[in-house]
């Protein structure tokens, strides 16, 4: 069969990993990770129980592949959110308040991202994904703390502030606010500028 030739379930065999991780990606907006199985994926996205294995050995594999593209959105985000500054300081704040604004945003890869228990030595893309948005906070931390070292401290320390304030808005615990995202935005934000000062004196 060549490839141009549809297969009985409609779909080519170009666009069948599309149509699968499309169709994952509503199943996991809308089931979460516990709810995942390759069988529904398989039924959205109108495919037998058997043709995802002809791409993804397995359900992990077909969930690593979103958590690249997860990671893409991200780093995208992040690019842009940066570009809007000049100051590396008013940089790293900015993504903050994007990290948060990303969870809130897409829920279901933030929670795939950290919440699948996905094996990167099995997927090392998934390692290669997280180094390369890492690399988009290296320049404006190197140029605040002036080595490597220190750069990497303030990064982490930023990213794990601003994912908490990611984590207590989904789990609703700044509801009492009256605009929870904005909030928690302009909190991951300020948070990150404290820790700027404090790690670059």
Known sequence: MSADVKRPSGHHHGD??????????????????????????SRRAGVS???????????DALLAALA??????????????????????????????????????QPALFELMFAAGLDKARFPELAAAGRALFTELSAPARALCGDEHRARRLILAIAASAHGHAVFLAQGVLDDLPNPLDA??????????????RHTD
């Open 49 to 59: 129980v058997a043709a995802p294995y002809k791409h993804y050995p397995d359900r």
């Open 184 to 197: 928690a935005r302009r909190e991951a934000a300020i948070t990150a500028s404290a820790l700027i000062a």
């Open 16 to 41: 069948l990993r599309h149509a699968l991780e499309k169709a994952a990606l509503e199943l996991l907006n809308t089931k979460g990770i516990g709810g995942f199985t390759m069988a529904e994926a």
């Open 68 to 105: 690249v593209r997860a990671y893409s959105q991200q780093r995208e985000r992040y690019r842009i959110a940066m570009a809007e500054h000049t100051d590396p300081g008013a940089q790293l704040a900015a993504f903050a308040a994007a990290y948060v604004e990303f969870a809130a945003d």
